[in-house]
């Protein structure tokens, strides 16, 4: 296997991560917006084998990415962050707040290339045993909670219960679900000796910890005056068109990026070592026949579709005082629809689950999108109900495309690229705000400037964007 030139390779893993890192905190945020910069890395680390074996079946490492990242989504980062960036406040710290930061960093870069890593020595069938993963997705759930249940428990700041180790004030930690998960995917590679996967993991946590520095310092630097008295990025600063939370976003993105992109590189011959059987086969490891694998998978993808009624239908618990049933909270209800993402899809993929991969990486990535932006950030449209009903038939049409032809991943990469786009497109530039400042007679200058940091990042977007698709029509076409 000839790879791609890695310094190329490297450039634009970092471009595309930094498009979907800051993509991420816009459109959608929390663990399923994590999964667009994964499913981008991993079409980017496929892109570089020079595989045409690994291409065919690229949906396998864009979905177990995209996945890996989805875990550490779930830890809260703002109020831990607040120990940096608020100087005015008794809790100001940031000593303990980049330690933390660079903790939790390094929890969610770790995972996110380490299952990348893992799912290229899946495949080549002489790493791991079917089992494995079995009993490895299987702990998951219960370790999360070993994990939540020691480290950031209990939680009841009302009543000044907190936990021993706990680095924000009103949010709830729930970075010991991770750090479990991580302490078991170590040790599974520890036992199978999967030396790619530990490089993955080891260039991911580095990336991930060091990018929360160096990005929280950047929005540090913006956010207050420097000791000149003058404000980083000068007048653009001063007249509130930079964003520096989304400027954190785009150095993490690129460093996460670089990280993962550098450790890929040089563990790729060790990785390919593994692969010769399956490239001389011309055939992957597929532990599930093919039709049990489609049946297992669609009744997955079905599952996932009834987690979004969880939060729509008005679900209720009764009330042991004897008071009216109240309804359950976001909270229980993420619990109950984490391992239909984090679990399951991941565990059959890791099996070799064509159909389930190119599920996750083109109908859920858009489910999550409609969905958040369907319940949440399109709700107060006038015709919300409208949009509602487009946006589900624009998900059975995806789905009915996925059943009888298939997806591209260069299909899937014109979604990733300008899909994104065009959701948060319609979220900011509502024509109700175009009109009320063509009443006004705002001058130009002064309209840019009403739309915030927005002014400055959506353009920053439609550039990344526009790159990744002219680097996509020409590899992945």
């Given amino acids: 296997m000839e790879t791609q030139n890695a310094f190329i390779f490297l450039f634009f893993s970092m471009l595309c991560m930094c498009f979907g890192w800051g993509m991420r905190g816009s459109a959608i945020g929390g663990e399923k917006g994590a999964m667009l910069p994964g499913a981008l890395l991993g079409a980017m680390c496929v892109w570089y084998t020079g595989s045409d074996l690994l291409m065919e079946n690229a949906f396998l490492f864009v979905s177990a990415c995209a996945l890996g990242y989805f875990y550490g989504g779930i830890e809260p980062y703002g109020s831990t962050m607040g120990l940096i960036i608020q100087h005015d406040k008794p809790r100001y710290n940031p000593s303990l707040g980049y330690l933390a930061l660079a903790f939790k960093g390094s929890l969610w870069g770790g995972l996110g290339a380490g299952f ?41 700041p009302d009543n000044g219960k907190m936990p021993k180790i706990c680095f924000s004030e009103r949010s709830r930690e729930e970075w010991g679900r991770n750090l479990a998960v991580v302490a078991e995917l170590l040790i599974l590679m520890l036992i199978r000796k999967d030396i790619f996967g530990i490089i993955m993991w080891t260039g991911g946590a580095l990336a991930g910890a060091v990018g929360w520095v160096v990005g929280i310092t950047f929005f540090d630097k913006q956010l207050h005056p420097l000791k000149n008295g003058k404000r980083m990025f000068g007048k653009f600063s001063e007249r509130g068109i930079i964003d520096g939370w989304k400027i954190m976003e785009f150095v ?9 992109g550098l450790a890929f590189v040089l563990g790729w011959p060790i990785a390919a070592k593994k692969l010769q059987h399956a490239e001389q086969s011309g055939e992957l490891w597929h532990v599930i026949p093919q039709k049990l694998d489609t049946v297992l998978s669609w009744i997955l993808c079905a599952v996932i579709i009834c ?24 909270n229980t209800l993420e619990l109950i ?52 009903v487009v946006l589900i038939a624009i998900g059975a049409a995806i789905l009915a495309v996925q059943a009888f032809r ?27 705000k175009i009109k009320a400042c063509r ?38 076409r």
């Fill in 337 to 388: 629809e984490r391992p239909c993402y984090m679990v399951m899809p991941l565990c059959l993929i890791m099996l070799g689950s064509t159909t389930m991969a190119e599920i996750i990486g083109c109908f859920a990535m858009y489910f999550v999108l409609a969905q958040h932006d369907g319940l949440e950030r399109f709700s107060n449209f006038r015709h919300i109900r409208l949009i509602r």
């Fill in 439 to 476: 009443q006004q007679r705002m001058p130009f200058r002064d309209f840019v400037v009403s739309f915030g940091g927005i002014a400055t990042v959506q353009p920053f977007f439609y550039l990344l964007a526009t790159v990744m698709l002219f680097f996509g029509y020409i590899n992945f």
């Fill in 406 to 432: 298939g997806v591209s991943l260069w299909e899937a990469w014109v979604f990733y690229c300008f899909g994104y786009l065009i959701f948060d497109f319609i979220s900011f530039f509502r024509p109700e």
């Fill in 252 to 260: 993490q993105g690129c460093f996460h990026g670089l990280g993962a």
């Fill in 116 to 156: 990348l890593g893992v799912s290229f020595s899946a495949v080549s069938g002489v790493v791991y045993k079917w089992y494995d993963f079995v009993i490895f997705f299987a702990l998951v759930p219960l370790l999360q909670q070993i994990g939540y249940r020691v480290f950031n428990t209990p939680y009841d």
């Fill in 307 to 330: 987690t979004m009624l969880m939060f729509i239908a008005p679900i209720y618990k009764k009330s042991k005082d004897g008071k009216p049933p109240r309804k359950i909270d976001t």
